[in-house]
């Protein structure tokens, strides 16, 4: 048993590959509309709305897809559905680069969306959360450290592949190298004949509860909790440079306040991996007060939107991880594919929706409106953490019990 768990066991270099394809596959799906959008509204004259609405279709897509492919990988070997992802968002970019009409574009990225569903982090967190069982969370620390880097790494390339070769050439040129490099990297990480069983789970800290997968109140708790968390990510990504502008700063001090969002998330990240053995109730509560200190600072003077993105990008780098960790140490590894997949849905199709929501309240009652609505986001967010860690204290002090399974 002991050489088994020695063999599940994941490794820096592992977090490390899988951080690097990461990189990869988001760049080329959920950051890459940043760089491309606006160069194909000039380029083709569509609408700017139906361009940009056709990364909200692939999230609605790989929402929708979320439960199936867990279900997928929770199986035998299931994990190997992964490898290709890549295979699938280049068939996707291939299309869209190639779309003489923008409803073939939107065909395109609805292909894009099944490869997310397929290789993202809730596909990957699955995957290895069914494998390593509660040493998972070391991967997912590794994995997200190297991974935050992705706009970093990724946009000045497209803005390069960009100028050299137009949206067209440069879609095409990224679907190649993911059709090299993610299927024989995800062979080679998910062999088929790669052990499955989990180590059995430590015993959990005091505030950490012993509860079933099928618990309703917790997981509806946790859904929720993620779902918010979820929509705050996507309407500061889309809207960070309109917030910033808003508090009276210029274009170039904005972009430069916003890159410090990278650096906050990936440091916050370096600081898990010394502190292995944190409650992650607690870090989920603390998570969730740094994004909205981050947002109430945003709301003040120009002097603290430098503060107001550190601390936002301090608490969302921690709820990267907590994504994975947090189910897992909560319901434990039994099942805990198909419940990342139950838990992607909404996450997903929420983010779907929030750009058209957002873009919908800043221009019929301004930026500053946007942000009072995150802001109250935030607050709700923090009080279901709370309220996470009140119901498992609960469940802790009166024991493991036996619960239905959640629908």
Request: overall charge positive; glycine content about 12%; charged content about 10%.
């Amino acid at each position: 048993m002991d050489a088994v768990q020695q063999t599940l066991s994941p490794s820096r270099s592992l977090g490390l590959v899988l951080g690097l394809t990461q990189i990869l596959l988001w760049g080329g799906s959920f950051f890459l509309m940043a760089i491309v959008g606006e160069p194909i509204v000039q380029d083709t004259g569509w609408p700017h709305e139906l361009v940009y609405g056709a990364l909200s279709l692939a999230l609605l897509i790989s929402g929708i897809m979320a439960p199936f492919i867990g279900r997928v990988i929770g199986k035998p070997h299931g994990e190997r559905i992964m490898r290709f992802s890549g295979f699938v968002i280049a068939g996707g970019l291939a299309i869209a680069a190639i779309a003489p009409h923008v409803a073939v574009f939107f065909l395109g990225w609805a292909v894009v969306g099944v490869g997310m569903a397929l290789g993202l982090y809730d596909a990957l967190f699955a995957a290895l959360g069914k494998r390593y069982g509660a040493t998972a969370g070391k991967a997912f620390t590794y994995i997200t450290l190297i991974s935050g880097f992705c706009t970093t790494i990724i946009w000045p390339l497209l803005t390069l592949l960009l100028g050299q070769f137009g949206w067209r050439g440069m879609l095409l040129i990224y679907a190649a190298a993911l059709l090299v490099i993610i299927f024989p990297v995800y062979t080679y990480i998910f062999p088929k004949n790669a052990g499955t069983a989990a180590p059995p789970a430590p015993r959990p800290h005091r505030d950490v509860a012993p509860i079933v997968a099928g618990e309703p109140k917790v997981y509806y708790l946790v859904m929720v909790h993620l779902t918010i968390g979820a929509v705050l990510m996507t309407g500061m990504s889309v809207h960070m440079i309109d917030i910033l502008r808003n508090n009276r700063l210029s274009l170039p001090a904005a972009v430069g306040v916003g890159t410090l969002l990278g650096p906050s998330q990936v440091g916050v990240r370096f600081l898990d991996l010394f502190w292995p053995k944190k409650s992650q109730l607690t870090a989920t509560a603390i998570s969730s007060a740094g994004v909205l200190t981050g947002m109430g600072l945003l709301l003040g003077s120009p002097a603290l939107a430098a503060m107001g993105i550190v601390s936002y990008g301090v608490g969302n780098g921690m709820r990267t991880i907590l994504r994975g960790t947090l189910p897992l140490h909560l319901f434990g590894a039994d099942g805990y594919a198909a419940l990342m997949g139950k838990l992607a849905r909404p996450q997903l199709i929420a983010q779907a929706a929030t750009p058209f929501v957002g873009g919908w309240v800043i221009q019929s009652m301004g930026v500053a409106a946007f942000v009072w609505v995150l802001a109250v986001l935030a607050a709700v967010n923090l009080l279901v953490s709370l309220l996470i860690r009140k119901t498992a204290v609960v469940h802790t002090l009166a024991g493991p019990v036996a619960i239905r399974k959640a629908s």
